[in-house]
């Protein structure tokens, strides 16, 4: 499949043509975040967002030009969006240790009124959950009620770990939007 093509088919939606994207650019991105942030988990959580991101907004992508120039824009400036955060967390921190503050050291263990509420709340995602595609219902059951690794999901679906981080992306922004929309 050339590029053009595969990416005239995501614009259609083709799951292929997702995959095929993906693996043919995951390397340049990851490879562009591992020097810009010298972690491996945050380059890989900053590369599976830009491919998100990517294929929700393909219908923007512009044929003038590259694709993988268009990538690695979004990945940069999802990392300089991060920083920003970062560094607002940070000072807002430094403004709220003030060493004159007592601590007090709460009770945490559950109620039986937050039980109820914890049950309820339970419910209504797993209704919520319900209401996603087949595919992206099996790959949130199995990393967060089974709590299975990213490998052992790629195993259990016989799909690359880069496929299965990026569509339980997906599925996360899909459940957020529907819980929202409530």
Same mark, same amino acid.
């Not at 009620?145 to 259990?156: D, P, V, W």
């Given at each position: 499949?050339? !590029? ?43 590369? !599976?967002? =830009? ?6 907004? *393909? ?6 030009? @590259?694709?993988? =120039?268009?990538? *690695? ?43 109820? *509420? =914890? ?44 496929? @299965? ?13 529907? !819980?929202?929309?409530?």
């Amino acid at each position: 499949m050339e !590029i053009e093509e595969a990416i005239d088919k995501a614009k259609k939606n083709d799951q292929k043509a997702f995959n095929f994207l993906l693996d043919t650019y995951w390397e340049d991105v990851y490879g562009f975040q591992l020097k810009r942030i010298g972690n491996e988990n945050d380059a890989e959580d900053v590369t !599976i967002q =830009t491919f998100s991101k990517a294929f929700d907004k *393909i219908h923007t992508y512009n044929s003038d030009y @590259v694709f993988k =120039t268009w990538l *690695i824009t979004i990945s940069k400036n999802l990392h300089i969006d991060l920083l920003r955060k970062e560094k607002t967390a940070f000072s807002q921190r430094i403004l709220s240790d003030d060493s004159d503050t007592i601590n007090q050291i709460l009770d945490e263990s559950p109620s039986p009124e937050d039980k109820i *509420i =914890t049950d309820q709340n339970l419910a209504k995602l797993l209704r919520d959950i319900k209401k996603l595609k087949p595919h992206y219902q099996e790959v949130i059951n199995l990393r967060y009620f089974q709590e299975l690794s990213y490998k052992e999901i790629s195993e259990e679906l016989k799909e690359p770990i880069n496929n @299965v981080k990026v569509k339980l992306l997906r599925a996360k922004k899909l459940l957020s939007a529907i !819980i929202q929309n409530e």
